[in-house]
């Protein structure tokens, strides 16, 4: 399964029709964690997010939704974005009004703990960013 998810994100980043790579860790989800023999996939993929000038989204989903109740991608994922310099943006794969920006608050305060202090957003596939205030809220 894993070795399929890194081929379909690989085919994504290189289409060029998306700013954002989402879900990267999706196949969690149903209790499938990365295994460790995937860290160099992960590597690769990363690296390529960041020569593409995409950004990596920070799903708070996966905290309500997967079997390990975590954000994703998961905090070793995370780890390797940063080490990439690679940018990030916050999504709460909300269902309904009520779970936008759900878990944003502890979610921020990771991220911040981590060395970022900002979000990426998007008007007509124009990247700016948006600050964490001292408090750890956008």
Same mark, same amino acid.
């Given at each position: @399964?894993?070795?399929?998810?890194?081929?379909? @994100?690989?085919?994504?980043?290189?289409?060029g029709l998306c700013?954002?790579?989402? %879900?990267?860790?999706?196949?969690?989800?149903?209790?499938?964690p990365?295994?460790?023999? $995937?860290? +160099? %996939?992960?590597?690769h993929?990363? +690296? $390529?997010? %960041?020569?593409?000038?995409?950004?990596?989204e920070?799903?708070?989903g996966?905290? +309500?939704?997967?079997a390990?109740?975590?954000?994703?991608? #998961?905090?070793?994922? &995370?780890?390797?974005a940063?080490?990439?310099?690679?940018?990030?943006? &916050?999504? #709460?794969?909300?269902?309904?009004?009520?779970?936008v920006g759900? %878990?944003?608050?502890?979610?921020? $305060?990771?991220?911040? #703990? @981590?060395g970022?202090?900002?979000?990426?957003?998007? $008007?007509?596939?124009?990247?700016?960013?948006?600050?964490?205030l001292?408090?750890?809220?956008?």
């Amino acid at each position: @399964m894993w070795e399929r998810y890194w081929r379909e @994100m690989e085919a994504l980043i290189e289409s060029g029709l998306c700013d954002i790579a989402f %879900h990267f860790d999706l196949p969690k989800k149903p209790g499938f964690p990365m295994p460790d023999d $995937q860290m +160099d %996939h992960a590597i690769h993929i990363m +690296d $390529q997010i %960041h020569n593409k000038g995409m950004v990596l989204e920070v799903n708070t989903g996966g905290i +309500d939704r997967s079997a390990d109740r975590k954000t994703y991608p #998961s905090l070793t994922i &995370l780890r390797l974005a940063r080490e990439k310099g690679v940018d990030i943006t &916050l999504g #709460s794969d909300a269902r309904c009004p009520a779970e936008v920006g759900r %878990h944003f608050p502890e979610t921020i $305060q990771t991220l911040c #703990s @981590m060395g970022w202090n900002r979000v990426a957003v998007f $008007q007509k596939r124009m990247k700016t960013f948006i600050p964490f205030l001292s408090n750890g809220a956008l």
